[in-house]
């Protein structure tokens, strides 16, 4: 009897942790993107066409890029590590990271 209830307490926990488990919960455009933590980031030597999201003129293939990273990442988890620095240098509080993705194949 107490291993089975040993057992499912370890079954809950396990089933806690992997659905806390971070995630991409939006991408702006081909390089930046936000956690499901709130964390905003952008990729480390990725440079992308900037889309204009006040409404105005976005820069060509811009949405081509921000459509290209959603089918690679939205709503995937996908493991973060820093750059040696962790902001970007327009002043903007994104963390600049590398992404490393599972492959399926």
Do not use: C
């Not at 396990?14 to 702006?28: H, T």
């Amino acid at each position: 009897m107490e291993r089975k209830r040993v057992a499912v307490i370890l079954l809950i926990g396990l089933l806690s942790l992997s659905a806390a488990k971070p995630y991409v919960k939006q991408v702006y455009d081909g390089d930046t993107l936000a956690m499901s933590t709130g964390e905003q980031v952008r990729y480390v030597g990725v440079d992308t066409p900037e889309i204009d999201h006040q409404g105005g003129k976005s820069d060509f293939l811009a949405h081509e890029a921000r459509q290209f990273n959603a089918k690679l990442v939205q709503g995937k988890q996908i493991r973060l590590e820093f750059d040696q620095e962790r902001n970007d240098h327009h002043g903007v509080d994104f963390l600049l990271m590398f992404f490393w993705k599972t492959a399926t194949w």
